[in-house]
């Protein structure tokens, strides 16, 4: 349901395209805006979460985006989609910080990474699986369709999040946490998690710079090397198959090793795998498994950036460190699409799009690294 949600706006870019006659530069806006709003969501939900709970703030978050993506299915204007994707955008970003937490907080330590990989395995499925019924939708009823399903769903799932309990930890511990309540942005950069902090926000930043410029523009790069949209965007919505797979994969490893050298390993395949998709169009076969495999590295590492994340930050700031770290990585998934806008629009050809595509992957390898020899420093003092 928030992963078709989030993912909407890729799923309809080319027919947008196509039905408004419009460039990809001037869509770009659009694609960026919901983004801006996830960046604002995350970063003012998550601390909410901390303070009044985070069943309160999901559930208003989840009534917020399916409410806005009603409303959008009736817009027929570039200005009006941007001002409601904007507005969408902030039940989308505060209803992740404070599930990631939720999560992180209702498994056992032991299987801690693989309740809240699981969780992103429904987001990266929700998105992969509205990549195929987006295309009949489109084909049938129009781009509208899209955004009446993905406003319906988190209408009918807010009711029975009603039955969702309260996390136990979050509620036992607030009255030995009550000043990091207050403030809770502060709890990041105290008791030696400064460098922690400033290093995810890193890796976050440039790891969804890359997934999102690949979300916004795969399928649209891959229609202009001559495939059909419908055959476009299934092809596409492999990439979030791959991530789905991922979830799957992953959460045991991370559970076992609690490494950030695990999570560099992935970011390094992504950035290999992100280069590939340029050399591989020869055919549908090869391109569609290179999508694949660069969707496995790509969301995969930012799923086991999230569960890591929640892992690196008590209870009492738990979900305003998620929070924050999504959020400024919220500021590199509107990079994303800006920036691939602009470079589709100089003509680099896909060989050189994609080289600069692996280039954040790679960076946020770098950051895995240094988070994981400050893992190291702290357990030393």
Not at 160 to 171: D, F, K
């Amino acid at each position: 349901m928030d992963g078709f949600d989030a993912q909407a706006m890729g799923f309809v870019a080319p027919a947008l395209l196509q039905q408004w006659h419009i460039s990809r530069v001037a869509l770009s806006p659009v694609l960026s805006s919901g983004l801006v709003g996830m960046l604002i969501g995350a970063l003012a939900f998550g601390p909410l979460g901390d303070r009044i709970g985070r069943k309160r703030v999901l559930l208003l978050c989840t009534l917020w985006f399916g409410a806005g993506s009603l409303l959008t299915a009736r817009v027929n204007s570039v200005e009006a989609m941007l001002w409601l994707r904007l507005l969408t955008g902030f039940g989308l970003g505060g209803a992740m910080p404070n599930a990631t937490a939720l999560t992180a907080e209702s498994m056992p330590r032991r299987l801690r990474a693989t309740g809240v990989m699981l969780m992103f395995f429904g987001f990266s499925m929700g998105a992969a699986i509205g990549g195929f019924v987006a295309a009949g939708i489109i084909n049938r009823y129009g781009w509208p369709g899209v955004f009446v399903v993905g406003g319906l769903l988190p209408l009918i799932v807010a009711a029975l999040l009603l039955a969702l309990p309260e996390s136990v930890a979050l509620v036992g511990g607030r009255k030995l946490d009550e000043s990091n309540a207050r403030f809770p942005v502060s709890g990041l950069f105290t008791e030696g998690r400064a460098r922690t902090t400033l290093l995810l926000w890193i890796m976050f930043f440039m790891s969804l710079l890359d997934l999102y410029f690949l979300n916004s523009w795969l399928p649209t790069v891959i229609h202009d090397a001559g495939v059909a949209v419908e055959r476009a965007i299934a092809i596409t919505a492999m990439f979030q198959v791959g991530g789905a797979a991922a979830a799957i994969v992953l959460g045991r490893v991370v559970d076992r090793q609690r490494s950030y050298g695990i999570l560099a390993w992935v970011y390094l395949g992504a950035a290999v795998c992100v280069f590939l998709i340029g050399f591989v169009s020869a055919t549908i076969a090869v391109e569609t498994a290179a999508v694949f495999a660069a969707g496995f590295c790509v969301i995969g590492g930012q799923t086991c950036s999230n569960s890591l994340a929640a892992e690196s930050y008590p209870t009492a700031v738990r979900s305003t460190g998620v929070g924050w770290a999504l959020g400024i990585g919220r500021i590199g998934s509107i990079v994303g699409p800006v920036l691939g806008g602009a470079l589709l629009s100089l003509d680099w050809g896909m060989r050189r799009v994609f080289l600069a595509a692996a280039a954040p992957a790679l960076i946020a390898a770098l950051a895995a690294i240094g988070l994981g020899h400050a893992k190291r420093i702290s357990y030393e003092n």
